[in-house]
């Protein structure tokens, strides 16, 4: 299908995008990598009169770690994260995430800042920065602002971005020695969506006990989930396969999935516990290696 008109602006720099954006408050979008915001407009299911692509902005991709955390450019691109050897040796469960996100053609387009602002729960991304405890900076015309990413997702596609911000920079803390994360996803086929998925990120104490501990759970319900209860039931215990089988019986409790081609309510929940359980014990193995 061909997607409704619109008019399509390249700004050179941020601010001029961010006048763009607050000049067509109701109607304007921000292009990044498209691979999401393209095929709704082509399938008009969604529509915008203005795309303010982000694409010819300097500055917005990079990888660093400066200040104690990783940081990671708003526009960077998937396929930057994926060959990393920065994420690859210190930021596992981040670089599991993005191995299993589409196919390389998509990755070499799609953004990590877009896989965030899209704000779909089906999207891998979500659960993997909420399990690390990551932060998001959104640039607008009053300047740059800190989101945590528990208050970021507030709705089906809907985040806490203002219609005139940028989500310019994503923030993952730096683990500590005796840290580990894994990223467990099920997928009908190779390059597909998740019928579930699980974040699970561990920093072991000296005593080898749980010290902290982050799980985020994919296509699990409306939002992206933290299962809050779930890392609560984890905290000061023995990393043992009875405190990681019921972590993940309430992270399963967490969810509230919908029933569809992937697989019943009953079966998505069942996968989230299972999935929960792998991940968190790929993620103490990690951990205890490190
Ligand atoms: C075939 C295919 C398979 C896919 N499989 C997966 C998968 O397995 N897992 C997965 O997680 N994703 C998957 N995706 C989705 C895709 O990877 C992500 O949604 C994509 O990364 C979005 O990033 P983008 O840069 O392409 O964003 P765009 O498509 O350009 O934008 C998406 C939305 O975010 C907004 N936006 C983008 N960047 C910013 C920004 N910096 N600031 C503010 N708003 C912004 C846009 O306005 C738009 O609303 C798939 C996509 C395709 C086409």
Redesign the pocket.
Known sequence: MIPGSFDYHAPGTLKEAIDLLGKHPDDA???????????LLKLRLGSAGHLVD?GKIPGLEYIKEEGGFLKIG??TR?AAVEHSDLVRKKYPLLADTTE????PL?RN???????L??G?P????PATMLAYGAEVVATGPKGARTIPIDKFFTGLFETA?APD????EIRIPTPPPKSGGAYVKL?RKV????TAAAAAQITLAANGTIEKVGIGLTNAGPTPIKATAAEQSLKGKKPDADAIAAASKLAAQATSPSADRRGSVEYKKEMARVLTARALAKAVARAQGA
């Open positions: 979008k921000v292009l990044s990598g498209g691979q999401s915001l393209l095929p982000i708003g526009r998937e299993v996100i589409a196919d998509v387009l799609a953004t990590v800042g877009g896989n602002a899209h779909d089906a999207n891998d991304h971005l911000e940028i989500l310019t997928e390059g597909d969506f998740a």
